[in-house]
């Protein structure tokens, strides 16, 4: 309905549908129960982006969650490119000092022609990618939390616990996408 903004059934509020969950809030603190609940997201997206996407239809899957959006195929896809960089890097803060990352451009990554076909490659990528990731994240003490990559685009070192925290977002903001499609189009 226009730029993206449309009127929640059970909402009076207009919701941002670029952001059905809000954006991301940095926490100015991670608690060693709210990185617990974290690592718990992102362990259990795997699962959760299977449950969501398993019945649907291709149509539905070619559906778009707003308009000029992604399609939910395409957002799958994303999930995995983008979980793959972010696995890597946390490697790369883990075993270098403060080490400048490589960003990539997510929207052209994803009109590229992988990204239009089927899911099985990326649900069993990211099945695979977020059981290892799971292990990693358990490992990780405060110190290591506390150990950083820099994005070129922000000019500052983003510690691991702020990272975590973000793919915890990222994980139930795409999920979001997702049911927006499959709650509109049952």
Not at 113 to 134: F, I, M, N, V, Y
Not at 168 to 185: D, F, G, Y
Request: glycine letters at 6%; charged letters at 25%.
């Amino acid at each position: 309905m226009g730029s993206g903004r449309m009127r929640h059934e059970t909402d009076t509020e207009t919701m941002d549908l670029r952001y059905p969950i809000g954006r991301f809030k940095k926490p100015k603190l991670i608690t060693k129960q709210e990185l617990s609940s974290c690592i718990g997201v992102i362990a259990g997206f795997p699962q959760e982006i299977n449950k969501e996407v398993l019945s649907l239809t291709d149509e539905q899957l070619d559906t778009p969650y707003r308009k000029d959006g992604w399609t939910v195929r395409q957002v799958v896809h994303h999930c995995a490119d983008s979980h793959m960089n972010a696995f890597i890097r946390f490697k790369l803060a883990l075993t270098e000092t403060n080490p400048v990352i490589k960003p990539y451009r997510e929207a052209l990554w994803a009109a590229l022609p992988d990204s239009t076909t089927h899911l099985a490659p990326s649900l069993s990528l990211l099945k695979g990618l977020h059981e290892r990731w799971g292990i990693l994240l358990e490992s990780l003490d405060d110190g290591d939390l506390k150990r950083a990559y820099v994005h070129p685009e922000h000019g500052r070192p983003v510690p691991l616990g702020e990272v975590v925290a973000l793919y915890a977002w990222h994980c139930k903001h795409h999920l979001a996408h997702i049911r927006l499609v499959s709650r509109a189009n049952p």
